[in-house]
DNA sequence: TATTATTGACTGAAATTTCAGTCAATAGAT
DNA sequence: ATCTATTGACTGAAATTTCAGTCAATAATA
């Protein structure tokens, strides 16, 4: 399919529109969102948003869909293959607790969907999905644990899985509600791995 | 000082309003909270809410006072002498996720307070207040629980209060949001509290 | 290939909706 | 008669959505 180069430019108008409100949610919600304030920061018109997405819902569906999958290609992204489960579990999820703009961006957008949820059942869907990639990637990395030995044997995948996510979302929406400081995130989230999985291999 | 029957009815109005504003944030979240559906719940002209408090912020800031103070008064509320520290624990966290409207409704109102603290700071000594006042309560009843034997010697009451607010607020989020059902919450509630305060007693 | 028609991306401004907040008037208690 | 609680109608400022129209890229035609 040889896209023209209009459509290409589209394209990535579209993008550039979709990268703004991701900017804005984390700056102010999901609620706090203006239209406005997207068009600006992307430097478009205000209603070009509505040519490229139906309404204000659909672009806040569309930003979820765009994050989703973000994050799904950070979670492929090989984490240095010398490192072994234990080891890349622990970064995956340390990393939830990132200075860095960009990830702490990916926070937000997962927290405020997530707590939308609860009124507006369009989202459900979203949030679900991201949920199980979520725990999926945290169970396979304890079963590499299990099998290079950096995890306890007996451990449960699943269970561990579900529980540290939990832990993590929880440690997660304090910390940004500035309730917790990330160092103190951090210590809490390795004992509970040292309980789950075991002491870490040295 | 003798409560004049007018004083009497007026602040029974203030906490009509509070009443109705809980059941909306509950509905629709802080930030979907309206003042004029507040109004109609509540029965009551708009403006007379702004007689009671000072703005829209004011009313959220009191809700979630109020909010607070009942949380509290329900942590207060001896749960039956003859349970032991475990027990009592066990009770306080599962009962986090009961379908009762009421609780359900400090829960949500709860999860909104954290969420929306990210963006208005004015929100968050409430938040980190009542978030001390639930890990201390937690704290506490493991200490009750090492006392009296139900709970596991070596455990570290405040380490495990975090760890385990922490999981039962991510369980919250994610029940809240439909992503996990009652059920599969407080059974993921229970694994962790037997890896934090060892095998519960018979 | 030069000319013409058609489509797609985009804009600016106006229409509409949505809300927080005000105020003068009134009812009711002391 | 005074003060307090309460009302209902109103305002103003945002914010969302719609729309008529421009311009450049592509497709069709000669």
Redesign the pocket.
Same mark, same amino acid.
């Given at each position: 399919m040889a896209r023209? @180069? &209009? @459509?290409e $430019?589209?394209a990535e108008?579209?993008g550039r529109i979709l990268a703004a409100t991701a900017r804005m949610v984390a700056g102010h919600g999901i609620r706090g %969102? &203006? #239209?406005?304030?997207v068009a600006k920061e992307a430097?478009? @018109? #205000?209603? %070009?948003? /509505? /040519?490229?997405f $139906?309404? &204000?819902?659909g672009l806040v569906q569309a930003v979820l869909l765009r994050t989703n999958e973000l994050a799904l290609a950070g979670l492929a992204e090989t984490p240095v293959r010398q490192l072994d489960g234990r080891a890349q579990l622990s970064a995956l999820l340390e990393g939830e607790f990132s200075e860095l703009p960009e990830v702490r961006e990916l926070a937000v957008v997962w927290s405020e969907a997530t707590a939308s949820a609860a009124f507006d059942p369009a989202l459900v869907p979203l949030v679900r999905e991201a949920a199980r990639n979520w725990e999926d990637t945290v169970s396979r990395l304890i079963r590499t644990g299990l099998a290079d030995g950096s995890v306890a044997p007996g451990t449960d995948p699943a269970g561990s899985a579900a529980r540290l996510t939990a832990l993590v979302e929880g440690l997660s929406s304090k910390w940004l509600a500035s309730v917790l400081g990330r160092a103190e995130a951090i210590a809490l989230l390795r004992s509970a791995m040292a309980r789950e999985l075991g002491p870490p291999p040295p």
């Open positions: 023209t @180069a &209009r @459509a $430019k589209a108008t579209r %969102l &203006r #239209v406005e304030d430097g478009i @018109a #205000v209603s %070009l948003i /509505y /040519y490229h $139906k309404s &204000r819902g």
